[in-house]
Antibody, heavy 123, light 110 residues
């Protein structure tokens, strides 16, 4: 069974940092690109970042570019999101998601999602 | 303001057919395949349709997707009370170099 389990969320002050983790199991991790998607309270879905199977290509939403960094450890089956210079508008439930395409890109869409980890940015 | 436009709400009675629209542009829907997600309150999204009209295994054939030009549509036939959820469309945007989502449509089964 494919499983994605996020962790690392919490409550932080504006300007501080957090690192989210996503532990994956049930599929060959290094065959697939991965994504982070967030959902602010009561709002819709927003794609945050994507990464190819070998970390060769990274993508970011304009809203997080320069502040967030996506990475992965294929040996440990983990996906990460380093979030710096956090703002109130980054408050959301953060999901990691597996890409549909087994060719390793992040252009295939998201087929399996974790349950999310909550990030709250407030003074 | 979402890149893809969806009606905020839709409704139907049990057994009815309802459709949810998703409007975009040449840089997104016009050039790339569309995905649809279903989300119940407090749960993660679930992939409902990929590649415009393909259902993953386990998704009932009551759900179907279509695309024409810069618009897409999700149709649900034989509406059931358990279909009451939020529905999101999504696709890649070549101009933004990012995945974009619609604002979501809250479906109510009357």
């Amino acid at each position: 069974e494919v499983q994605l389990v996020e962790s690392g969320g919490g409550s932080v002050q504006p300007g501080r940092s957090l690192r989210l983790s996503c532990a994956v199991s049930g599929f060959t991790f290094d065959d697939y690109g991965m994504h982070w998607v967030r959902q602010a309270p009561g709002k819709g879905l927003e794609w945050v970042s994507g990464i190819t199977w070998n970390s060769g290509s990274l993508g970011y939403a304009d809203s997080v570019k320069g502040r967030f960094t996506i990475s992965r450890d294929n040996a440990k089956n983990f996906l990460y999101l380093q979030m710096n210079s956090l703002r109130a508008e980054d408050t959301a439930l953060y999901y990691c998601a597996k890409d549909v395409d087994d060719r390793g890109s992040y252009y295939g869409g998201m087929d399996v999602w974790g349950q999310g980890t909550t990030v709250t940015v407030s003074s | 303001q979402s890149v893809l436009a969806q009606p905020p709400s839709a409704s139907g009675t049990p057994g009815q057919r309802v459709a949810v629209s998703c409007s975009g542009a040449s840089s997104n829907i016009g050039s790339n395949t569309v995905y649809w997600y279903q989300q119940f309150p407090g749960t993660a999204p679930r992939l409902l349709i990929h590649s415009n009209n393909q259902r993953p295994s386990g998704v009932p054939d009551r759900f179907s997707g279509s695309k024409s030009g810069t618009s897409a549509s999700l149709a649900i036939s034989g509406l059931q009370s358990e279909d009451e959820a939020d529905y999101y469309c999504s696709t890649w945007d070549d101009s933004l170099n990012a995945w974009v989502f619609g604002g979501g449509t809250q479906l109510t089964v009357l």
